[in-house]
């Protein structure tokens, strides 16, 4: 359990646009209320002239990352076996 405070007041945050890809970097939560989010980090060896992540698919036993206009895939196995 955690609360993460951003540093600013609404009124800043309001102001400028903190989207990524199109989603708020932030969120309201009611007084009394709850909230669970899950984070996944993984390090991948990326080719020298690859032209960036197209699509990443997250599967049960594998990370998918397939490259942009190519679709060429990068795969991870067993990210989830630390």
Known sequence: LGTCGIGRSYQDL????TRFH???????LDAQSGFTKSFLCFQVHIPKHFNG?????LARSKI???EKKSGN????AN???F
Request: hydrophobic share 45%; glycine share 8%.
């Open 14 to 17: 309001l102001s400028i646009d």
């Open 22 to 28: 199109g989603r708020n970097s932030f969120f309201f």
């Open 53 to 57: 992540v197209g699509e990443l698919e």
């Open 64 to 66: 998918i990352l397939r």
């Open 73 to 76: 895939e990068i795969s991870i």
């Open 79 to 81: 990210p989830f076996s």
